[in-house]
Nanobody, 124 residues
Framework: QVQLVESGGGLVQAGDSLRLSCAASGRPSGNNGMAWFRQAPGKEREFVAA?????YYRNSVEGRFTISRDGAKNTVYLQMNNLKPEDTALYYC????????????????????WGQGTQVTVSP
């Protein structure tokens, strides 16, 4: 069993930066897939960024967001720069039980474990 705890969300202005953290308890993740998804009010949960053998980003965040992993701490990070109001959402961390080379954006069904989410609000 893996438990995920997100932190680092907050209220910022457009153009600011935030770094989200996702600490995983339980067995080490190794290269197993981990990802960030987000969900805005009234919208479906959408993929943001993922890491396994490689990294993958949704188009609208590529070049602004960076996903990384610290294996020693069993933690995944999402560095978010140049934030925009449309980035406002509840951000969820997700963990898979397998590793793979991503050639397309992962879906929610690729992940088994989910955190409770951390709110990111970007004001204009």
């Amino acid at each position: 069993q893996v438990q995920l705890v997100e932190s680092g969300g907050g209220l910022v202005q457009a153009g600011d930066s935030l770094r989200l953290s996702c600490a995983a308890s339980g067995r080490p993740s190794g290269n197993n897939g981990m990802a960030w998804f987000r969900q805005a009010p009234g919208k479906e949960r959408e993929f943001v960024a993922a890491i396994s053998w490689n990294t993958y980003y949704r188009n609208s965040v590529e070049g602004r967001f960076t996903i990384s992993r610290d294996g020693a701490k069993n933690t995944v990070y999402l560095q978010m720069n140049n934030l925009k109001p449309e980035d406002t959402a509840l951000y969820y961390c997700a963990a898979s039980v397998r590793s793979w080379l991503m050639r397309v954006a992962p879906s929610t069904s690729d992940y088994v474990y989910w955190g409770q989410g951390t709110q990111v609000t970007v004001s204009p």
